[in-house]
C-alpha cells in the first residue's frame, strides 16, 4: 500500500508539471529545447498517460525520463524529497561546509609510492575558502616526487572554484586560460584562469597521470579535462559520466525538486566540453587496471632518467624501480 506521503493527484501532478515548465523557461541553458519538452509533457498530461502515476517517486522518475529523451541531457532531473529522510547536503554545498574537516577538505589519501612516484586520491574537490591549508601540506609533501599519479574514480565532484586553485599548482605562474562558462541568467561568459601565485610549492614539469572512471563527474572531470586539453596530463582509465554543465537546484513544489543547467563550459582549446560524451582516456582501461597501468607509465618515466647515473642514492632508486616494474610486468 502507497503511503499518503508519496500519493498524488491530478491537481499535484498539474501543479508539478506547470511549475517545472516555468522553471526550464527560466534557466535552462538551452531555451531552444524547451519547447519541444513542455509540448511533450502537456500533450502526455491532456492524454491521461500520468493520470495512473499516484506513486511520488515514480512521476519524479518518469517525468525525468520524458525530459532527457527530447533534451538528451543527463543533468536534467525531477526527484522526489522524501520527507522521512534527512536531508543530506549535495556535493556542491558540501564543499563549502565547515564539517570539510571530517573529510579532509576531500584529500582522502596522500602518499610516496616506491620509485618515488606520488599518489594523491581526491574525493572532494572542497572550497579553497577552507581547504587551502589541506592542499598546501598536500602539495608539499608530494613535491619532490618523480612523477604524480591522481586518482579521481571515486570522486564525488565539488566546487569548481577548487578545481581552478588547485590546478594552478600544476602550471608555472604565467596565467593559462582553462575554461569558460557561458551562464544563462546573465548571457555573459566567465573565464578561468590558473593563478600567479600559489601557497606552497609548485608541482612543474613533471609528468602527472590522471586516473578517470565510468562514475567520475562533474568537478572531478573538469580537472582531468582541463589539464588534459593543456597536454599536462595523461588520463588513464574509462570514458566518465560527461556531465560538464554546471546545474541548479529549483523547488518545484513542497515535495518535489528538479535540477536545471544554468551554464555550459567551453573550453579554450577544443571550443567544446565533455558534456554528454564523457572525457576520453589517452590510456583506455578498465577501470581497475588504471593505477597499475599509470604506476607502470610513471615508473618507466623514472627509469628514462637515469642514463648512466653514477650516485648511490641514484643506484638505488634505479633498483627499486626495476625491481616493481619486474613485479608489476
Known sequence: MLQETSRLNSTARSEIIATLIGNLHAHYVFPSVVEE????????????????????????????????????????VVFCKNPEASSALDEMELSKSAGGALFNYGFEKVERLAGNIGYLSIHTFFSPSIAVRAAITTMDFIAYTNTLIIDLRTSTGG????????????FSPEPVHLNDIYWRASGSTQQFWTLPYVPGQRYVDKPIYILIGRNTPAAAEEFAYDLQSQQRATIVGESTSGA?????????????????????????????????????????VPGEDAFKTAYMLALKHVRTGFNGTSTPAQKKLAEEVQHVLAGLE
Not at 529549483?250 to 536545471?260: H, K, S, V
Open 37 to 76: 519538452m513542455a509540448l511533450t509533457l502537456y500533450q502526455k498530461q491532456s492524454s491521461g498517460a500520468y493520470d495512473t502515476i499516484l506513486d511520488a517517486e515514480q512521476f519524479a522518475h518518469t517525468l525525468t525520463e520524458d525530459l532527457q529523451e527530447i533534451s538528451k541531457d543527463k543533468q536534467l
Open 159 to 170: 566546487d569548481p572554484a577548487m578545481v581552478n586553485f588547485f590546478a594552478s599548482y600544476f
Open 244 to 284: 560538464a554543465n554546471p546545474r541548479q537546484q529549483f523547488q518545484l513544489t513542497e515535495q518535489f525538486g528538479c535540477w536545471i543547467p544554468v551554464g555550459r563550459a567551453i573550453n579554450p582549446i577544443t571550443k567544446t566540453s565533455w558534456e554528454g560524451s564523457g572525457i576520453l582516456p589517452d590510456k583506455e
